[in-house]
C-alpha cells in the first residue's frame, strides 16, 4: 500500500495516543543516547570532527528532505542558501561584532532573504525550477566572488569569531560543537515533524496528489510552498553559519562548492527523503563512507564513487535505505 | 448572490464560453442544463477560478473575476468536480480537516462530525482517500469536502450521474436537505429532466457555449430550441 | 570602442550558435518525454574530450572525432535512457536525481581520465583568424556556426517533415493519445534521446575547436542551456537560437565592457529578468506551469 511508503503524517488506524508517545519518546531517548556515544566512549578528536562535519551535512540533508517531502521540489542548489547563511553570519559577528550565538540564526534569516529571490521559479512547473535553482547557486558564488570589499572576495575571509563559550562550556572545543550539532539536529527535527503533522503538512501532501483539488478548498499551494522554501532555506543557512563558525575560514568556492548541494541529496535519497530519520542518518553513513573509503580509493575524483551510489539508490531503492528494508521485510 | 456579465472563454481558436450572462439569487437551486460540451463544466472553473474567463464576475457584490482560486474558495464559493478529485493518501477526515481550516479558517472537530454525518460518510472517516471508496462514496466526499470550507454558494458537478432513478430520487432530496440544512445557494449540472424538475426552482440551458435558455424547467424544457438541441436534430 | 562592440555582437553569435545545440538538445528530450537531462552539459563534454583524444592522442583533425563522438554519446544517452526507463514512481523527479548523479559520474571521469586542465585545440588552421569586413573570427569558430546552422536546419526539417518527428510532437503533448494513435512512446522517447545526443556530439567537437574544456565546463553548460530554453520560452527552434544568441552577445558584451569573471553572472542577470518579467519567455506564448 501505497500509504506506508508516504509516511503517513497521523495514523491511519486511530491508534490510542496514550500508545504511541512512549515508542516516539523512546526512539529519541535513544537517538541521543547514540548521538551522546562517541563522547562518552571518549572518541578521538578526528573522528569527533568528521562526525561534526557529518551532522552539518545531516542538517542540510535535512533541510532538502523537507523541501522534497513536504514541499515537492527537488533543489540542486542548496549551496546557495548553505553559503549565505556562512557569509552572513561570519560578517554580522566579525565587521559588526555582534555575538554569535545571535548571528547564526540571523545567518538563516538571510538565507531565507535570498530564497525570496526564488520565488518566481516556484511558477515553473517541477523540473525547470530544479534547473533554476542550479542556476541560483551559481549566481551567490559569483557575488561572494565579485563583493571582495564586503568578502574579502576569492582570498577569502577569516578574521571572525568562533563559537562562544556559554554557562562555562565551550562550544568551540570539539566535544562542545558536536553537542551543540546534536542539538540544532534534533531541534530541527522536532520542527519537521511539527510541521508534518499539522493542517500544513497535511494540505502539502494533498497537493502533492492533485494540485487542483487543495486550491479549490481553499488552500493557496503557493504560499505553502513558499513557506517550505524559506523553511529549507533557514535551517541550511543556520547549518552554513554553524559550518562557518566551526571551521573559521571562508572563500566563495569552499563556503559555494557544488559538494553542499551534491551531498545532501545523496545523503537524502539513501537515507529516503520521505522521512525523517533517513537524511539525518544518510548524512552521517555516505560523509564517513566518502571521507574514509571512497578517498582512501580515489584521491581525487572521488565523487565518482558517491555519483555511483546516488544512480543505484534511485534505480533500485528510490525510497531509501529504510524503503529497501522494508521492500525485503515484506517478501520475505 | 452570482452575477455573471458577458463571461466568455476561449482555447485557442475554440470558443468555449460566448458571453454568458445571468445572475443567481440567495437561496435558488438552479439546474445548468445543456448537451455534452456545451460549457458547462467550463462555466464552473470560470466562476471558482480555475480557468480565467473574460468578462465579469461578482459573488455577493464583491467582483471575484480576479481572484485566485483559493481566494473564491475562502469566500465562500464551494465547488465539487465531475470526476472526484480527493485529497488520495489523506484519510476522509483529514480530507475535511484540509478544507476546513484552508477553506473556513478554523478547525472544528464536531463540524466535520456533523458534515460527515450527514453526508453518511463516518463509517469511511479513518480511511484513505484513495482506493477505500466506491465511486458513490468518492462522490459524496466530493460534496463533504466542499461543505467542510462553509460554502454559501455551492457548484454541484453531476453528483448525480450514474445513478439509477430511485437512488437519484434519494441522493435529490439528501440536496434539499442539504440546501435547507446549510443555508446554500446551489447550481447544479444534471441533464435529467425529471430531476432537474423535481430539485430546481429555476433552469439554465447552455448549448454551443451560449445561454439558449432560462426560466423555470416547465419553461425551459418546452422552449422549441433546447428540445431541438436536446435531440440534436438541427446540428447533426 | 566600435570595433571592439562590433567584435563582441561576432564573437557572441558565432559562440550563440553553439548554445543553442546544446540548448535544442536539453529541451528535445525534456519535449518528448518531461524529462529534464541535467547530465546534458556533461555529454557534450565528452564529446569534446574525444576530440581531444583525436587529436592529442592519435594526431589527427579533431573533426576525425565526430563519428567517435556520435558513437559515445549516443551509446551513453542509450544507457541513460534505459535507465530512465526504468523508473517507475515519481517519475520526473527521480530522473531529475539519477541525471544528477550521471553528470557527477561522468565529470569525475573525465577528471580522472584526462585531469583538470584546460584543453582545447593545437590546429594552426583552426586557431587561425579569418577578417570578415571589421571583424575577426577564428576558423574554428566559423567552421562551428556553419555546422550549428545547418544542423539546425536539418533539425526543424526533421521535425517537422518526418513521421517520428510528428510522433515526437504527440507524444509531448499527449502521451495518452499518442499510443492510442499506436504510437509508441518509448520508441519516440529513445530517438528524441538519441537525437539530443547527436547534437551534444557535434556540440561538444564544435565546443572543442573554438574554445577551451576542463571537466568543470559541463555543469556550466546545463546551465547555459537551461537559460536559453527559459529566454525562449516554449520552444520553436527559431526561438532557441535568437535566445541562445542574445546569450553569446551578452556574455561577449560583459567581457569586453566589463571583466571576464561577470561573464556567467550576465546570463544569470537576463535570465533573472526574464524569470521576473517575462516569464513565460521572450519567444513563447504559453506558460510553463506545472
Not at chain 1, 97 to 114: D, E, I, M, N, Q
Not at chain 1, 259 to 280: C, Q
Request: proline share 4%; charged share 15%.
Amino acid at each position: 500500500m501505497a500509504s506506508l511508503d508516504s509516511a503517513p503524517a497521523v495514523p491511519l488506524k486511530a491508534a490510542p495516543a496514550k500508545a504511541r508517545v512512549p515508542v516516539g519518546a523512546l526512539i529519541g531517548l535513544g537517538l541521543l543516547v547514540l548521538a551522546a556515544l562517541p563522547v562518552l566512549l571518549g572518541a578521538s578528536n578526528y573522528m569527533l570532527g568528521l562526525l561534526i562535519s557529518a551532522l552539518i551535512l545531516s542538517g542540510v540533508a535535512l533541510a532538502w528532505a523537507l523541501l522534497g517531502n513536504l514541499g515537492g521540489m527537488v533543489s540542486f542548489g542548496h549551496a546557495a542558501f548553505f553559503g549565505v547563511g556562512a557569509y552572513a553570519s561570519a560578517l554580522l559577528a566579525g565587521k559588526l561584532g555582534l555575538p554569535v550565538l545571535l548571528t547564526v540564526p540571523l545567518g538563516g534569516v538571510v538565507a531565507v532573504v535570498s530564497s525570496l529571490a526564488m520565488l518566481p521559479a516556484l511558477r515553473l512547473s517541477g523540473a525547470y525550477f530544479a534547473l533554476a535553482i542550479l542556476a541560483y547557486a551559481q549566481i551567490f558564488r559569483i557575488l561572494a566572488t565579485e563583493a571582495s570589499w564586503l568578502t574579502g572576495g576569492g582570498a577569502g575571509y577569516q578574521r571572525y569569531p568562533g563559537l562562544p563559550t556559554v554557562f562555562g562550556f565551550d562550544l568551540a572545543s570539539r566535544t562542545g560543537s558536536y553537542l551543540l550539532l546534536v542539538a540544532c539536529v534534533a531541534l530541527c527535527a522536532l520542527a519537521y515533524h511539527a510541521v508534518r503533522r499539522s493542517h500544513v503538512g497535511l494540505a502539502l501532501r494533498a497537493i502533492a496528489d492533485s494540485e487542483d483539488a487543495t486550491r479549490v478548498v481553499g488552500v493557496n499551494s503557493t504560499f505553502l510552498k513558499c513557506l517550505m522554501l524559506m523553511l529549507s532555506a533557514f535551517i541550511t543557512g543556520v547549518f552554513g553559519a554553524l559550518n562557518a563558525h566551526i571551521i573559521g575560514f571562508l572563500e566563495p568556492d569552499y563556503a559555494f562548492s557544488g559538494i553542499w548541494s551534491l551531498m545532501p541529496i545523496i545523503a537524502a535519497i539513501f537515507g529516503g527523503y520521505r522521512t525523517i530519520a533517513g537524511p539525518i542518518g544518510g548524512a552521517v553513513i555516505i560523509y564517513l563512507f566518502d571521507q574514509i573509503v571512497a578517498k582512501g580509493l580515489i584521491a581525487v575524483g572521488h565523487q565518482i564513487i558517491l555519483g555511483f551510489v546516488l544512480v543505484g539508490m534511485v534505480l533500485a531503492a528510490p525510497n531509501g535505505l529504510l524503503g529497501l528494508v522494508r521492500k525485503r521485510a515484506r517478501h520475505a | 448572490m452570482l452575477e455573471l456579465d458577458a463571461v466568455t472563454v476561449r482555447f485557442g481558436g475554440l470558443v468555449a464560453l460566448r458571453d454568458v450572462t445571468f445572475s443567481v439569487k440567495p437561496g435558488e437551486i438552479l439546474g445548468l442544463v445543456g448537451p455534452n460540451g456545451a460549457g458547462k463544466t467550463t462555466l464552473f472553473n470560470g466562476i471558482s477560478g480555475l480557468t480565467r474567463v473574460r468578462g465579469r464576475i461578482r459573488f455577493e457584490g464583491r467582483d471575484v473575476t480576479k481572484l485566485p482560486l483559493y481566494r473564491r474558495a475562502r469566500l465562500g464559493i464551494g465547488r465539487t468536480f465531475q470526476i472526484p478529485q480527493p485529497m488520495q493518501h489523506l484519510t476522509v477526515r483529514e480530507n475535511l480537516a484540509v478544507a476546513q481550516v484552508f477553506g473556513a479558517g478554523k478547525h472544528n472537530p464536531e463540524r466535520i462530525e456533523e458534515i460527515l454525518s450527514v453526508m453518511e460518510l463516518q463509517a469511511q472517516g479513518d480511511r484513505p482517500a484513495e482506493s477505500a471508496l466506491a465511486l458513490q462514496e468518492l462522490k459524496r466526499l466530493e460534496i463533504a469536502k466542499a461543505l467542510a470550507t462553509e460554502p454559501r454558494l455551492l457548484l454541484l458537478d453531476e453528483v448525480l450521474a450514474g445513478l439509477e432513478s430511485q437512488a437519484k430520487r434519494q441522493f435529490a432530496a439528501k440536496l434539499k436537505e442539504l440546501h435547507q440544512r446549510f443555508g446554500l445557494t446551489i447550481v447544479i449540472v444534471e441533464h435529467d429532466i425529471e430531476t432537474i424538475s423535481g430539485l430546481c426552482s429555476r433552469a439554465v440551458v447552455l448549448n454551443f457555449g451560449e445561454i439558449i435558455a432560462d426560466g423555470t424547467p416547465a419553461q425551459v424544457f418546452r422552449d422549441p430550441r433546447v428540445v431541438e438541441s436536446y435531440t440534436g436534430t438541427a446540428h447533426a | 570602442m566600435t570595433d571592439l562592440i562590433l567584435q563582441a555582437l561576432f564573437s557572441g553569435l558565432l559562440v550563440g550558435s553553439v548554445y543553442a545545440l546544446v540548448a535544442l538538445g536539453l529541451a528535445l528530450s525534456f519535449g518528448a518525454m518531461r524529462i529534464i537531462n541535467l547530465a546534458h552539459g556533461e555529454l557534450v563534454l565528452l564529446a569534446a574530450y574525444c576530440a581531444y583524444v583525436v587529436e592529442a592522442r592519435a594526431g589527427l583533425d579533431p573533426y576525425y572525432a565526430i563519428p567517435l563522438a556520435l558513437l559515445v554519446v549516443t551509446a551513453v544517452c542509450a544507457v541513460l535512457f534505459l535507465m530512465i526507463d526504468r523508473i517507475r514512481e515519481h517519475r520526473e523527479l527521480n530522473s531529475l536525481i539519477l541525471t544528477f548523479g550521471i553528470g557527477i559520474i561522468l565529470t569525475n571521469a573525465i577528471l580522472l581520465a584526462f585531469a583538470s586542465d584546460v584543453r582545447t585545440t593545437s590546429s594552426p588552421v583552426l586557431q587561425d583568424a579569418t577578417s570578415v569586413g571589421p571583424v575577426y573570427a577564428m576558423n574554428g569558430e566559423i567552421v562551428a556556426f556553419g555546422v550549428s546552422l545547418a544542423l539546425m536546419v536539418a533539425l526543424w526539417w526533421w521535425l517537422k517533415k518526418s513521421w517520428y518527428g510528428r510522433a515526437v510532437r504527440a507524444v509531448s503533448s499527449n502521451r495518452a493519445a499518442a499510443k492510442l494513435m499506436g504510437i509508441s512512446p518509448v520508441r519516440t522517447e529513445l530517438v528524441s534521446f538519441l537525437v539530443a545526443g547527436a547534437l551534444a556530439s557535434f556540440a561538444g567537437v564544435a565546443l572543442y575547436t573554438m574554445s577551451v574544456v576542463q571537466p568543470a565546463v559541463g555543469h556550466a553548460l546545463t546551465v547555459k542551456a537551461f537559460i536559453v530554453t527559459v529566454l525562449a520560452g516554449v520552444g520553436s527552434i527559431p526561438g532557441v537560437f535568437l535566445a541562445a544568441i542574445l546569450l553569446g552577445v551578452t556574455e561577449a558584451l560583459t567581457v569586453t565592457l566589463a571583466s571576464s569573471a561577470l561573464q556567467e553572472l550576465a546570463g544569470m542577470v537576463l535570465f533573472l529578468l526574464v524569470l521576473f518579467l517575462l516569464p513565460n519567455g521572450l519567444f513563447g506564448a504559453r506558460a510553463r506551469r506545472g
